[in-house]
C-alpha cells in the first residue's frame, strides 16, 4: 500500500496533464465503430441551428423580466449582453474553424490547449446545465401545448394538472409531469433517424418563430407611445447593467453550432459564418422586441409570466397573444432539439477518448447518428422532467456556460503561443515553459480580477466605494498588455478572432465578472460538481483516457482548405 499510492498520484497527475494532439489532416477522424457522421449542414442551416438554439420562450419572458428592474433600459441591457456573446462567439469562430473534422466543442478545444482533467472538467460543467436546461425547457413546452390546447371549449379546465403543468409537488421537488416525457421521447426519435431529419424539423419550426417575431414587432410598433420610454433608465445604470447579466443567458446557444463540425458541408467556411450569423440575429430581435414591449406600456405594469403577450392583450390585440403563443412552443421545440442534439455529440466525442465508456462512441452505420448517446440523452431529459420539479434547480444553470466560455477564450490565447512556440527554433526548450506558465499565469489573474470586480459591483451600495472597481481593472488591464507584449502572435489559418489577446482577455474577464452576479448556490454547485468530476476522472477517466489511438480511422469529406475558400 505505501508503494501504491505513489504510483495513483503519479498516473494521475501524468495523465490529467496530458493535451490531445490532432493530426494536421482534417479529414481525418479516430472512432470506436461505425461510419461516422454524415457533412450534410450548410451555412443558412447552421445559422437557422444557433438561432433555434438561441430563441426560446425567453424572447416572449426574459425581455419583460428585465424590463420590469431596467425599464426602457432593458435594450441598452441586450446590446451590452449582445456584445458580449459576439466577443464569445469571434473565439468560438476561430477555434471551430482550426478544428473543422471533429465533434467536442469547447472540450475539445481545452483538451488541445490545456489538458485532459480540464476538459473533462468543462464537460461536466456544461453538461450540467444542458441536461437542467433540457428538462426545463420540456416542461415549459408541455406547459405552453397545454395552454393551446385549453383555448378549445372542451379542453378548456378538464386537463389534469399532472399532463402538462406538472402534477402537486410531493417532498417539495417531486412533480410528476406526463406529456413532458412524451414530448422528448419524439425528439429524440426524430434526432435518432438522421441529421437531415432533425435540420428540417428546426428549419421549419425556428422559420415559423422568426416570422411571427418580425410580426410582432411591425404590430407593436403601431402601438408604441414614445412618453412610455421617457425615463430610459429610471433605476439607473447599476440596473441596466444588472439587466445585462440576465439577458446575457437568453443569448448562448451558438456553441451548439460548433459541435455540429463534423455535420458541416465546408466547416472552415461555414462554422464561423453560422456563429457569427445566428448571433447578429439573436441580437437583432431581442433589440426589436425590446423597443416594442416598454413602447407599448408603462414597464411598471409590465407582467412576469407572459409580458408580451399581456402587453398585446392591453391594447386589444388577443390574435398577437395567440401567435405569441405558437411562436413561444416554435422557440421551445427548436432550443430543445438543438439541446439534445449538443449534448449528444459532446457525449460522442468522450466516448471517442475513452473518458466515457466506449457504447457512447458508437455511429449508427446507416443513420449516421450517434444513437446510443442520443437515448442516453433523451432518458435522462426524461427523468428529470418527468418526475421533478427543475424550476428548482433554474438558479444553478449557466455557472457551466461561463465558465466554459471562458475557457474557450483562454484557449484562443494558448493555442496561438503554442502555433508559435511550435513552429519557431528555440535553443532552450526551459523557454518556451516559461513563457507559457506565465501566459497560463496572467490569464489566471484576469479571471480573479473579473470575480473581484464582480463582488464589488454585486455588494457595495456606496457611490464613492466603486472606486475599489479601478482596481482589478488596472491589474486586467496590466496582465492583458503583458500578453500582448511578452508573447509573439501567429495568426490562424481560417477564421481568426481579431486583437488577440485583447478580445479573449476581455472576454473572460466579462464572464467571470457576471459568474460572479450568479446565487451562491451556483457556486457551490459549481465546486461540489467539480469534485465530483475529479473523483470521476482518477478512478475511471484516467485509466480508459487514449488521445492517442489506434483504433478504426473513418475518412470524411475533407474539409477545404482556406485557400479553395
Known amino acids: 500500500m505505501i508503494d501504491s499510492s505513489p504510483s495513483f498520484f503519479s498516473r494521475f497527475w501524468s495523465s490529467a496533464l496530458r493535451a490531445k494532439p490532432l493530426s494536421n489532416s482534417s479529414d481525418v477522424v479516430r472512432i470506436n465503430s461505425g461510419e461516422g457522421l454524415v457533412r450534410r449542414l450548410g451555412p443558412f442551416d447552421l445559422i437557422l441551428l444557433g438561432i433555434g438554439a438561441s430563441i426560446g420562450a425567453g424572447i416572449f419572458v426574459v425581455t419583460g423580466t428585465v424590463a420590469r428592474d431596467a425599464g426602457p433600459g432593458v435594450t441598452i441591457s441586450f446590446i451590452l449582453a449582445g456584445a458580449s456573446c459576439v466577443l464569445n462567439a469571434l473565439c468560438y469562430a476561430e477555434l ?50 397545454i395552454n393551446i390546447l385549453e383555448l378549445v371549449p372542451f379542453f378548456k ?23 413532458a416525457p412524451v414530448l422528448l421521447i419524439v425528439l429524440t426519435l426524430i434526432l435518432c433517424r438522421g441529421v437531415g431529419e432533425s435540420s428540417l424539423v428546426n428549419t421549419i419550426m425556428t422559420i415559423t418563430k422568426i416570422i411571427i417575431v418580425v410580426v410582432v414587432i411591425i404590430v407593436g410598433a403601431f402601438e408604441v407611445d414614445d412618453s412610455n420610454w421617457s425615463p430610459f433608465a429610471p433605476n439607473g445604470f447599476k440596473s441596466v447593467l444588472t439587466g445585462a447579466t ?11 453550432v460548433a459541435n455540429s463540425a463534423e455535420e458541416s458541408k465546408r466547416p472552415q467556411r461555414d462554422l464561423p459564418i453560422g456563429i457569427i450569423g445566428s448571433l447578429v440575429v439573436c441580437v437583432a430581435l431581442y433589440i426589436g422586441v425590446s423597443l416594442v414591449i416598454t413602447g407599448m406600456i408603462p414597464y411598471k405594469f409590465l407582467g412576469e409570466d407572459a409580458p408580451l403577450a399581456e402587453a398585446f392583450k392591453a391594447k386589444g390585440l388577443n390574435f398577437v397573444s395567440t401567435l405569441i403563443s405558437i411562436g413561444a412552443v416554435a422557440g421551445l421545440t427548436t432550443t ?13 466525442g468522450l466516448g471517442r477518448d475513452g473518458l466515457l465508456p466506449a457504447i457512447f462512441a458508437r455511429v449508427h452505420p446507416t443513420r449516421h447518428t450517434p444513437i446510443q448517446s442520443q437515448i442516453w440523452v433523451g432518458f435522462i431529459a426524461c427523468l428529470l422532467a418527468g418526475l421533478l420539479n427543475v424550476h428548482l434547480l433554474s438558479h444553478v444553470l449557466s455557472v457551466g456556460s461561463l465558465a466554459g466560455y471562458s475557457v474557450v477564450a483562454a ?18 526548450m526551459l ?48 496582465a492583458t498588455a503583458a500578453l500582448q507584449f511578452r508573447q509573439e502572435q501567429t495568426k490562424a489559418s ?62 470524411y469529406q475533407k474539409a477545404p482548405d482556406e485557400e479553395a475558400l
Request: hydrophobic share 55%; glycine share 8%.
Open 157 to 179: 379546465n378538464n386537463i389534469p394538472n399532472w399532463i402538462g403543468h406538472g402534477g402537486k409537488e410531493i417532498f417539495g421537488f417531486i412533480s410528476i409531469n406526463l406529456l
Open 494 to 555: 481560417g477564421f481568426s478572432c481579431p486583437w488577440v489577446p485583447i478580445v479573449p482577455s476581455l472576454c473572460i474577464f466579462v464572464n467571470i465578472f457576471l459568474f460572479a452576479q450568479l446565487h451562491y448556490e451556483a457556486w457551490m454547485r459549481f465546486i461540489v460538481l467539480s469534485i465530483v468530476a475529479v473523483g470521476v476522472y482518477a478512478f475511471y477517466g484516467q485509466y480508459h483516457a487514449n488521445p492517442v489511438t489506434d483504433r478504426e480511422t473513418v475518412i
Open 246 to 256: 440576465v439577458a446575457f443567458f437568453a443569448y448562448v446557444g451558438f456553441d451548439a
Open 96 to 145: 471551430a474553424s482550426r478544428f473543422p473534422a471533429v465533434v467536442g466543442g469547447a472540450y475539445l478545444y481545452t483538451y488541445t490547449a490545456f489538458n485532459e482533467l480540464t476538459a473533462f472538467l468543462v464537460f461536466t460543467q456544461m453538461m450540467l446545465d444542458y441536461h437542467i436546461g433540457a428538462a426545463s425547457i420540456a416542461r415549459s413546452l408541455a406547459s405552453y401545448i
Open 336 to 348: 430543445l432539439l438543438v439541446g439534445l442534439y449538443v449534448q449528444s455529440r459532446l457525449y460522442l
Open 431 to 478: 523557454v518556451s515553459v516559461t513563457h507559457r506558465q506565465e501566459g497560463i499565469i496572467c490569464i489566471v489573474v484576469i479571471a480573479f480580477c473579473g470575480f473581484a470586480a464582480g463582488i464589488v459591483f454585486r455588494y457595495v451600495v456606496s457611490a464613492l466605494a466603486f472606486i475599489f472597481l479601478i482596481i482589478p481593472i488596472a491589474i486586467a488591464l496590466l
Open 411 to 428: 484557449c484562443v490565447i494558448t493555442l496561438r503561443w503554442k502555433d508559435n512556440i511550435g513552429n519557431q527554433i528555440s535553443s532552450s
